[in-house]
């Protein structure tokens, strides 16, 4: 009889067969159960996949955003200082032209200067070439003094002439 309890040990349980006609009989549901599970495995994977690149198309368009928005910046910013730069350029041109025809004031006025404008200002200066003289205007005096001279000049030679001696005097 050792062979029948080896037989019957061998054998499932009445619950083990009650399990397996369960099993048996709802194989589709499960089978369903199984499939819905996996397809939700499935579409969290999909749906972390899609947020990801989501994120990262997100950041992507911020970085992009700050980097035009420095580049916008620097534009204007270099736009900006290229056009003080020019007015500064111009503005010490002309402090170098007045200064170089007014050289008393620009001594006067060096000391009161930054150092670095007043070094500028002389380096512009020296590149500058002196004024020509300034053309002297005869005073009010000396125009009255030329006709009289030319009058006086007219009046001897008609005297001499009326005397009648023919040579000249100049």
Same mark, same amino acid.
């Given at each position: 009889?050792?062979? +029948? #309890?080896?037989?019957?040990?061998? +054998?499932p349980?009445?619950?083990? =067969?009650? *399990? ?5 009989? $709802? @194989?589709?549901?499960f ?5 819905? *599970? ?8 999909? @749906?972390?996949k ?15 955003k +700050? /980097?035009?928005? *420095?580049?916008?910046?620097?534009? $204007? ?12 350029? $111009? ?6 032209? $007045? *200064? ?6 620009w001594q006067?006025?060096?000391?009161? +200067? %930054? ?15 002196? %004024? %020509?003289?300034? %053309?002297?205007?005869p005073?009010?005096g000396s /125009?009255?003094?030329? #006709?009289?001279?030319? =009058?006086? #000049? ?7 002439r ?9």
């Open positions: 009889m050792d062979w +029948l #309890d080896n037989l019957f040990k061998k +054998l349980t009445l619950k083990g =067969i009650t *399990y397996f006609f369960y099993v048996a009989s $709802h @194989w589709g549901t089978k369903e159960e199984l499939a819905q *599970y996996r397809q939700q495995i499935q579409d969290r994977e999909n @749906w972390l899609v947020q990801e690149s989501n994120l990262k198309k997100i950041h992507d368009h911020e970085i992009k +700050l /980097i035009d928005d *420095y580049e916008d910046k620097l534009q $204007h910013t270099t736009e900006a200082f290229g056009t003080h730069v020019d007015l500064f350029q $111009h503005s010490v041109t002309l402090l170098a032209v $007045h *200064y170089r025809f007014e050289p008393l004031l006067a006025m060096r000391n009161n +200067l %930054p150092a670095g404008l007043a070094k500028m200002i002389e380096t512009v200066i020296e590149k500058i070439p002196l %004024p %020509p003289p300034q %053309p002297t205007f005073t009010f /125009i009255l003094l030329q #006709d009289s001279v030319k =009058i006086t #000049d007219t009046v001897k030679v008609d005297v001499i009326s005397s009648g001696n023919p040579t000249k005097k100049p």
